[in-house]
Structures are given as C-alpha cells and as structure tokens.
C-alpha cells in the first residue's frame, strides 16, 4: 500500500495533462502517484505512460460514469478540454464546440463532487467578451453568442465547479511556444525574405511551453489549501513582435523582419477557425496590459522552477523551427 495521494489527470496523453503525468512521474519521492486518464487506453501514448508507472484508466467526459469511475479515491483531479478535438459530421451537428466543453466542464465537476475531491485544477481561459465591450471594440459574433469560443465557453464553465462547491484552482493558460510550430512562426514572403506576422500590433503577447502547464499544475497541487478559489494566470514570457523577431533572428543566423497582419487579415485568411483566430489576436494584443499583467511571471517561476524562457525553448527546437520554414 501507498500512503501517496492519487491525482487523476484528464487528457493524460496530451499538451496539458501529458506535462503533469510526466512532472508527477519524475517526481517519485514527491507526495503524488498519478492516474492517467484517456480515452484510448490502448495508444502507444497511453501504454508508454504505463510502461512509466502511471495507472492508465479509460475516461471520457462524454461518458459521465467512466468519469466518475476514474476520479473515485483520487485526491485530486486536473482537467482539461479541448475545443479543437477532432468530431465526426454528425458530433459537430449535434453540439457546438463551445457547448461539448461546457457539457464536459459540468460532468467533470459532477464527478469531482461525486468523489469528495480535494482539490481540482481546471483548465480555463478568460472571457474576451467584457474585455472587448471596456474597449469598445466589436467583433464578428462566433457559434451564437462568442467572441472568441474557446476562450469563452472555458470562462462560462468554471460555473459549474463554483457552483457545486467543488474545490478548484482556476488555470488560466495562453499561448504555446508550440504554435511556432505549427505555422505562426517565421516563413519566407515572395521575396525570399523571413518574416513573422503574428498581429499583434506592437503589443506584448504571453506564452509557455506546453509542458509547463502540467508543471505549474503540479506546484499548484502541492501547495494544496493555499490555492483553492484562486485564479492562476500563468506564461512562460511576455514578448512584442519585435522581440519575437529579433530572438528568431539570434536563432536563425538570418534576418527575421516583424511585419505583422491587421486582425482583418487573418479573419480572412480563409482557414478553418480563421475568424474566431482573428478574434483572439485582436483580444491578445488590444488587451494585452490586462491579459500579461494578470501573469506573473515571478509566481510561475516559484511554483514551476524548470520554467522555460521562450530563449531556452527555441533553442531546444532550433531543428524543428528551421524545418517548419
């Protein structure tokens, strides 16, 4: 038997929920063991996790039982939801993606009630929706009654944690150092020149690694009491376009010019999720006192030691960032 106490991670085998698995996994003289939860418990991704030591369990926030089953005797629980998921034509038909997250939010909290849990981090965001009506800006409503939906419908369901009395830290995340990555890094324009057109303005963006998400938590869960009820903004870094120029130029060994798109461009990109992209950069950068002041930076350090600087990341996916150019 193991005195140390369960912490059941929804997600286990992505961005989020995979950095606090491992984070609890290198921890082993630490006061967790972890539960890692998936709905493929089958996947390379999952049997790899086991193969670490973590108890690989089936759940699905769609399927509230299996939920309940895996939170059972935790002691605490992280979730996380993904409006980008993968659905079929007929799951897309039948409810909205900003509906799936706050269906899945209020499942997750029923199944934390539902097993006394102790404490609860959920993965949220912030509402843009007052942030854009104090600026007086508008922009296109999306899915009803957004502006940026998966942002907005993660601010609406931390409702049903608050509501239920569950105890809950609320996480609010940012941007990936991913995303450079996966097309909003540098790229060559028709002259051959590198440019980044992240439209920002001349405002200072935050981002993280993904990894460090999960090991924030994980400094969360260990400081237990103190954190519950409590709103935690986190990144890795504050920067503006020129600085994110300049650190690829270091990088790179070329010159990377910051020639940044208007909001409307990218609305009109013509990529799936363009318009609702669009949305959150002009929300990024037109509140970006409010959204970098309210992540501090200091805080983050104190409860994820190991936190990447953008510097450090890049450097560690130099190789990545030169092929995806």
């Not at 082993?28 to 999952?46: E, M």
């Not at 001349?202 to 009820?229: H, K, Y």
């Not at 970006?288 to 450090?312: C, I, K, M, Q, W």
Request: net charge negative; no cysteine; aromatic share 8%.
């Amino acid at each position: 038997m193991t005195d140390k106490k369960i912490i059941a991670v929804v997600g286990a085998t992505g961005a989020q929920g995979g950095g606090l698995v491992r984070a609890i996994l290198a921890d082993p003289d630490g006061p967790f063991t972890v539960r890692a939860l998936t709905r493929d418990t089958a996947s390379p991704q999952a049997r790899a996790l086991a193969e670490q030591g973590a108890e690989v369990v089936y759940a699905d926030l769609d399927d509230e039982d299996s939920a309940h089953h895996a939170f059972a005797g935790a002691w605490g629980a992280y979730v996380v939801t993904n409006f980008w998921a993968r659905r079929t034509p007929e799951q897309e038909a039948a409810r909205d993606a900003a509906r799936m997250e706050i269906d899945q939010a209020h499942a997750a909290a029923r199944a934390a009630k539902a097993a006394a849990l102790r404490h609860v981090v959920w993965s949220t965001l912030e509402d843009t929706r007052p942030h854009f009506a104090h600026l007086g800006r508008e922009v296109p409503t999306l899915l009803g009654e957004y502006a940026v939906p998966h942002f907005d419908a993660k601010a609406e369901a931390n409702a049903a944690f608050t509501g239920l009395g569950v105890p809950t830290t609320f996480l609010q995340t940012t941007f990936y150092y991913e995303a450079f990555l996966q097309g909003q890094g540098p790229h060559r324009d028709a002259s051959g020149r590198l440019v980044l057109t992240l439209p920002m303005a001349g405002n200072p963006m935050s981002m993280i690694a993904a990894e460090d998400i999960g090991r924030t938590a994980l400094g969360i869960f260990r400081r237990g009491p103190e954190f519950v009820g409590r709103t935690v903004s986190i990144a890795g870094e504050h920067a503006d376009g020129k600085e994110l120029a300049e650190k690829f130029t270091t990088l790179l060994g070329e010159p990377v010019t910051y020639a940044p798109l208007t909001y409307d461009q990218m609305r009109a990109a013509g990529f799936p999720g363009a318009v609702e992209i669009g949305n959150m950069f002009e929300f990024y950068s037109e509140a970006s006192a409010y959204f970098t002041g309210v992540r501090d930076l200091g805080l983050v350090r104190e409860l994820n030691p190991r936190l990447h600087s953008l510097d450090d990341w890049l450097n560690e996916h130099r190789d990545e960032i030169t092929a995806a150019i």
